[in-house]
């Protein structure tokens, strides 16, 4: 069920309406039993695998508590654990790919093995949901946490369906309390969250979506094309994954505002960021943050050798860029962000920078960040290769050409043109002034109710005149 489909439509008012209207002990049921729902109208199978992650999760965190004086059996119980939950992960979404890429590494020495795969569906949030119970279970072993001895609300916890396929990924200290706790109707909080989630709306439809059918076409088909027409298609899935996944999140953090409950922020005007560093402490926070929390302190963070530092940074890039995609191309992406890091922390100082130069800063994080998503978006490491090998050709020539030539390839009407420019305009100026307001709330707070609702007015219109045709599934879907 996606969120911009006539069945969400449906299905939010009916959840929203059963969730206020029965007594507050039982809300966690509605809440458990909508969220199943949602998850099994994309594959009823499936259903087993999100609830036997929370079984084994839910036990493990009782015993954890009941051995909670015994180092070794806690260990233990951490480590099987572990391999429990990420054992699922793997058959349904590594197995292939590591079988596959031993196959081709023995025939690196001229031994032939019969490949071995699995015909296998990938979950849908099943990467999401599994990183929220080990997060769940190491905080219980951390003992900065209580394990939660309700089955029923803890499984509400896990499955909670707004940020149950695509985040963001919550902690356990922030969202199951919430599952918990008493709610009373807000009119104030349910309207943010409304107006919250027609932003999301507006960015994955008229924005992302429309961007997609002009980027899938070049990545598609990619050795049909060359030069700047292939820095255009960088740039439209640069602004694409961003407008598609964080309109996701913001639908998300508005759906669970109609039911009382504040999801964690996950986006911050990531394009604005002035190093890679930044750019990972605004962009998909959830994941920056867990990973930080669970692998990066573990090995040991920055207190340790700087060699060793370096190292904690790599593996901490490189486990990211698997967790996006069983393909080396994600393993290069998240390898490249890793590298830009370490450099940046020896070369690059981190004072308070302003004007001019945060701007250019700010432009040449943005630049990384758009040629790296290349891998991220190649269906392989030769198309990558072919991308950035053919990315000037014909720039020699006389250089209004090569971008008018880029330009004509694409063949935008007009009126395409128009829309896309300035709908992305609008965006910079809506995450412009993100970066220290809150626009919604800026909105909110004018004192005329014209300018108000004129705008509301024309966020509603942009959306059912200019949205793009067809469902388009959300990209973080297949991770």
């Given at each position: 069920m996606l969120f911009n489909s006539w069945q969400f439509a449906i299905f939010l008012p009916v959840v929203f309406a059963l969730y206020w209207s029965v007594p507050q002990r039982f809300r966690w049921f509605v809440i458990l039993v909508s969220s199943y729902w949602f998850y099994m109208s994309w594959n009823v199978k499936y259903v087993t695998l999100i609830l036997f992650t929370t079984f084994i999760s839910y036990l493990a965190?009782?015993?954890?508590?009941?051995?909670?004086?015994?180092?070794?059996?806690?260990?233990?119980?951490?480590?099987?654990?572990?391999?429990?939950?990420?054992?699922?992960?793997?058959?349904?979404?590594?197995?292939?790919?590591?079988?596959?890429?031993?196959?081709?590494?023995?025939?690196?020495?001229?031994?032939?093995?019969?490949?071995?795969?699995?015909?296998?569906?990938?979950?849908?949030?099943?990467?999401?949901?599994?990183?929220?119970?080990?997060g769940y279970v190491i905080d219980v072993y951390r003992g900065t946490t209580k394990p939660e001895k309700h089955f029923g609300i803890y499984a509400a916890?896990?499955?909670?369906?707004?940020q149950l396929v695509a985040g963001p990924i919550e902690r356990t200290n922030n969202l199951l309390p919430q599952i918990k706790a008493y709610h009373e109707f807000k009119y104030e909080q349910a309207v943010y969250g409304l107006k919250l989630m027609t932003w999301?709306?507006?960015?994955?439809?008229?924005?992302?979506?429309?961007?997609?059918?002009?980027?899938?076409?070049?990545?598609?088909?990619?050795?049909?094309?060359?030069?700047?027409?292939?820095?255009?298609?960088?740039?439209?899935?640069?602004?694409?994954?961003?407008?598609?996944?964080?309109?996701?999140?913001?639908?998300?953090?508005?759906?669970?505002?109609?039911?009382?409950?504040?999801?964690?922020?996950?986006?911050?005007?990531?394009?604005?960021?002035?190093?890679?560093?930044?750019?990972?402490?605004?962009?998909?926070?959830?994941?920056?943050?867990?990973?930080?929390?669970?692998?990066?302190?573990?090995?040991?963070?920055?207190?340790?050798?700087?060699?060793?530092?370096?190292?904690?940074?790599?593996?901490?890039?490189?486990?990211?860029?698997?967790?996006?995609g069983a393909n080396w191309t994600f393993v290069i992406w998240g390898t490249l962000h890793g590298l830009a890091q370490i450099t940046e922390n020896a070369f690059v100082r981190r004072d308070d920078i302003h004007g001019f130069k945060r701007a250019l800063r700010v432009c040449i994080t943005f630049l990384f960040c758009m040629f790296a998503w290349v891998f991220f978006r190649a269906n392989n490491i030769s198309e990558a290769l072919y991308f950035f090998g053919h990315l000037f050709e014909g720039i020699t020539d006389v250089k209004a050409y090569f971008i008018l030539n880029g330009i004509e390839i694409f063949a935008l009407e007009l009126s395409t043109a128009v829309r896309i420019t300035g709908s992305i305009i609008f965006l910079a100026i809506w995450d412009y002034i993100s970066v220290k307001r809150d626009v919604i709330s800026l909105i909110t707070s004018q004192k005329y109710f014209i300018f108000r609702y004129a705008f509301y007015f024309g966020i509603l219109t942009l959306l059912i005149l200019y949205r793009a045709s067809g469902n388009i599934q959300f990209v973080y879907f297949q991770f």
């Open positions: 965190a009782i015993l954890l508590e009941r051995f909670n004086k015994n180092t070794a059996m806690k260990k233990i119980i951490l480590a099987l654990t572990l391999i429990a939950c990420l054992s699922v992960l793997f058959t349904f979404k590594y197995f292939n790919f590591f079988s596959q890429s031993f196959i081709e590494f023995m025939h690196l020495f001229a031994i032939h093995i019969h490949p071995v795969t699995l015909k296998l569906l990938l979950p849908v949030g099943i990467s999401f949901y599994t990183f929220q119970t080990l916890f896990i499955s909670f369906f707004p999301g709306f507006f960015k994955k439809l008229c924005i992302a979506d429309i961007l997609a059918i002009h980027s899938d076409k070049i990545f598609n088909d990619i050795y049909s094309y060359k030069g700047f027409a292939l820095i255009i298609a960088a740039f439209f899935f640069t602004v694409q994954i961003y407008c598609d996944f964080s309109g996701y999140s913001d639908i998300a953090r508005g759906c669970s505002n109609l039911f009382g409950i504040e999801l964690m922020h996950n986006f911050r005007s990531p394009y604005f960021a002035s190093s890679i560093r930044e750019f990972w402490s605004r962009w998909h926070i959830s994941l920056s943050t867990w990973f930080r929390d669970y692998v990066y302190i573990p090995l040991g963070g920055n207190r340790v050798s700087r060699f060793r530092h370096k190292i904690n940074i790599m593996i901490t890039f490189i486990v990211s860029g698997l967790w996006h």
